[in-house]
């Protein structure tokens, strides 16, 4: 294992980072190849010396959402041991999980099953995004998406005049997106990405060439100038992808398994483990796992003196035998410059929670009062369709091309723009097939709406009769193939009252847990529509049958469309309703900015409040725009990186 829990008392670290996601241990390597004594201190289990274990809980795990693999385990033949792992009140550094987000809010009301959820949620809409709390992060289960974002999603005011412009440009990011393509390794041909003003250096070409198109993405490439939005024609373009089209790296080319969400099984896809392991064999860094920071300790004179810490026994879970938290220590470690890499949501929580026994009643870095605020994802339209002739999901990477060329235009000015994902996975995120559809079949029911009816209704059997062999055979082949999904990632808005604050509910080590207020904008519901009838265009030009279905009125996650548009449902007429997913996009909450007044950090991602204390990862995002983040992230970490070695460096600093 990678990592350990020891932190030495009396040393004074050239940098101390809280956090080893895929920021972290980006600015980590960066400053040990320079020779700068480093300590992470990480609230999640070390970084294990194979995927065995992630493997066998992806396998045997009843559920294959995003969290699975990893640790704290979701699941246990165990019914009382399965029940305290998903009850955040008796673990040590609980996350938010798929299985949780959304349903113990009742519509329109607060969470009140806190020992069921980890965030708070206080609505009116539930946050639906996840997080990992490990070594690598949240990279463990991402799909790899590597865009960079367009030159005016850093202008949104200036050019639209919605949300706020960033401090940087596209042109001030071109040389780190350069960067996190080459750590990373992507896969991408440049031809591709040259488009809505994304430009590259003369020289510059991705690592690896872009990943083999699928069978899906060519029919939907047929058909995708058929259709118009806002006067612009569709175009499929081959996805940028953090993951290996040859061998690179030491890792191998992908191998086709179509479960890149939560786990790559032969780690052809790039997660922050391998940044995070190269950072250790500098032999300058440090990582301690199983440690989580509590305060944010700030001197007299306005800087950062240290991080204070409690860790923790993985092993020990809260019963009989062990009625008491599972502390194995408490101390303090001190640096000369710290890094808060520790995700949009637990950074601001940590710095809320630094109130220093009361002389930052606001919190460490806050004097903006905007810590916690503008919390944004990507809230994602889902639809899906069965095709006339076979496609062949349920095979290669879970997505290989989208439709990026909506990403930007005037229509920003009235709604959110979005990006297409074309998925290659069949129904399995839309209706958790292969598994409904084959149950569908095997017992007589039609969950999915592909088994077909019964064609003799006047026989005493079920309108839909269970299919066995040769029948079921077939059925099954003509119902999978053709199934396909695209997901429309819309532009949410910046909004104050979306936010995250501290929670009186408290995790087992007794820290205050992640209190979320949450909600869609009229801009960002008005991006759903728009999604939602390029969708519906898109499928009919493909001669494609449509079986996206809209939420029920009493599911949480349901909302109106904004324009008022009805719909008929059982001969009575009802609003049209939308199905808020979430993408695991989590952003905003402490944001970059010009001004110390309206932001948390400067450009170079430096607390105005304190000079030496640094925040990176996405909650420096303005604005959401439409592009995956974790490219952005890799860059703007490289920036921070090269910040500090600057900052540490003797003689003059540049700013």
């Known amino acids: 294992m990678n990592g350990s829990s020891n932190v030495p008392q009396d040393k004074v670290y050239d940098v101390v980072i809280v956090g080893g996601g895929i920021s972290g241990a980006i600015v980590a390597k960066q400053l040990g190849l320079k020779g700068h004594e480093v300590l992470i201190l990480e609230s999640g289990d070390a970084i294990p010396d194979n995927r065995n274990a992630f493997m066998h809980r992806f396998y045997s795990g009843p559920a294959k959402v995003p969290e699975v693999p990893y640790t704290p385990e979701l699941f246990d033949a165990d019914p009382q041991r399965a029940r305290k792992l998903n009850d955040p009140t008796f673990l040590n550094a609980p996350r938010a999980t798929v299985l949780a987000l959304g349903l113990p809010l009742a519509k329109g009301q607060p969470n009140k099953n806190l020992d069921q959820a980890y965030l708070d949620q206080q609505g009116p809409l539930p946050f639906s995004s996840s997080y990992e709390r490990v070594a690598g992060g949240t990279t463990r289960h991402w799909l790899g998406t590597s865009l960079r974002n367009c030159p005016n999603d850093f202008r949104l005011k200036t050019a639209y005049g919605q949300g706020v412009d960033w401090p940087i440009g596209y042109d001030d990011l071109a040389p780190w997106y350069a960067k996190a393509e080459d750590e990373i390794g992507?896969?991408?041909?440049?031809?591709?990405?040259?488009?809505?003003?994304?430009?590259?250096?003369?020289?510059?070409?991705?690592?690896?060439?872009?990943?083999?198109?699928?069978?899906?993405?060519?029919?939907?490439?047929?058909?995708?100038?058929?259709?118009?939005?806002?006067?612009?024609?569709?175009?499929?373009?081959?996805?940028p992808a953090g993951r290996n089209s040859r061998p690179f790296g030491e890792r191998p080319a992908c191998a086709g398994n179509t479960n890149c969400i939560p786990i790559c099984p032969i780690q052809a896809k790039y997660d922050a483990s391998v940044t995070l392991n190269q950072a250790l064999d500098t032999g300058k860094v440090q990582l301690c796992v199983n440690t989580v920071a509590t305060q944010v300790v700030v001197g007299a004179a306005g800087a950062v003196e240290a991080i204070e810490y409690v860790q923790y026994d993985p092993a020990v879970l809260h019963d009989a035998a062990h009625p008491n938290p599972s502390i194995t220590g408490r101390g303090k470690v001190r640096g000369k410059r710290f890094v808060i890499a520790a995700h949009a949501i637990e950074t601001p929580k940590l710095l809320l929670n630094s109130t220093n026994d009361g002389k930052l009643p606001s919190g460490v870095a806050n004097g903006s009062g905007q810590v916690g605020k503008n919390l944004m994802d990507h809230p994602l339209y889902l639809a899906w369709a069965a095709t006339s002739e076979p496609v062949y999901g349920y095979r290669g990477p879970l997505a290989t091309s989208g439709i990026e060329n909506v990403r930007d235009g005037a229509f920003r000015k009235e709604r959110g723009a979005f990006r297409v994902e074309i998925g290659n996975e069949g129904w399995n995120?839309?209706?958790?097939?292969?598994?409904?559809?084959?149950?569908?079949?095997?017992?007589?029911?039609?969950?999915?709406?592909?088994?077909?009816?019964?064609?003799?209704?006047?026989?005493?059997?079920?309108?839909?009769?269970?299919?066995?062999?040769?029948?079921?055979?077939?059925?099954?082949?003509?119902?999978?193939?053709?199934?396909?999904?695209?997901?429309?990632?819309?532009?949410?808005?910046?909004?104050?009252?979306?936010?995250?604050?501290?929670?009186?509910?408290?995790?087992?080590?007794?820290?205050?847990?992640?209190?979320?207020?949450?909600?869609?904008?009229?801009?960002?519901?008005?991006?759903?529509?728009?999604?939602?009838?390029?969708?519906?265009?898109?499928?009919?030009?493909?001669?494609?049958?449509?079986?996206?279905?809209?939420?029920?009125?009493?599911?949480?996650?349901?909302?109106?469309?904004?324009?008022?548009?009805?719909?008929?449902?059982?001969?009575?007429?009802?609003?049209?309703?939308?199905?808020?997913?979430?993408?695991?996009?989590?952003?905003?909450?402490?944001?970059?900015?010009?001004?110390?007044?309206?932001?948390?950090?400067?450009?170079?991602?430096?607390?105005?409040?304190?000079?030496?204390?640094?925040?990176?990862?996405?909650?420096?995002?303005?604005?959401?725009?439409?592009?995956?983040?974790?490219?952005?992230?890799?860059?703007?970490?490289?920036?921070?990186?090269?910040?500090?070695?600057?900052?540490?460096?003797?003689?003059?600093?540049?700013?």
């Open 429 to 655: 995120f839309a209706k958790s097939d292969p598994y409904n559809t084959t149950l569908d079949m095997v017992l007589g029911l039609n969950q999915t709406r592909l088994n077909p009816p019964n064609p003799y209704p006047q026989k005493p059997v079920s309108p839909n009769p269970p299919q066995f062999g040769v029948g079921l055979a077939q059925s099954l082949n003509a119902g999978l193939t053709r199934q396909f999904r695209v997901a429309m990632l819309i532009e949410q808005s910046p909004e104050e009252t979306n936010a995250v604050t501290l929670s009186t509910a408290k995790d087992w080590l007794g820290i205050p847990r992640p209190k979320i207020t949450y909600g869609l904008s009229e801009y960002t519901k008005r991006g759903f529509v728009a999604a939602a009838q390029a969708a519906t265009d898109l499928f009919k030009a493909m001669g494609a049958t449509e079986y996206t279905e809209p939420p029920d009125p009493s599911d949480p996650t349901a909302f109106e469309d904004p324009s008022g548009a009805t719909v008929e449902v059982d001969g009575k007429t009802a609003p049209r309703l939308f199905k808020l997913w979430g993408s695991g996009h989590v952003v905003g909450t402490y944001r970059m900015g010009s001004d110390a007044k309206t932001s948390v950090v400067d450009k170079f991602q430096r607390s105005w409040d304190h000079k030496n204390l640094f925040l990176v990862g996405s909650g420096v995002f303005p604005t959401v725009a439409t592009a995956n983040p974790t490219l952005t992230i890799a860059a703007l970490a490289f920036w921070a990186a090269d910040t500090l070695v600057n900052d540490l460096a003797p003689g003059p600093k540049a700013r």
């Open 186 to 239: 992507v896969s991408a041909n440049k031809a591709d990405q040259e488009y809505l003003g994304i430009t590259f250096a003369p020289d510059r070409q991705y690592p690896m060439p872009g990943i083999v198109p699928s069978v899906v993405d060519a029919a939907v490439t047929a058909a995708a100038p058929k259709v118009t939005v806002d006067g612009i024609a569709l175009e499929v373009r081959n996805t």
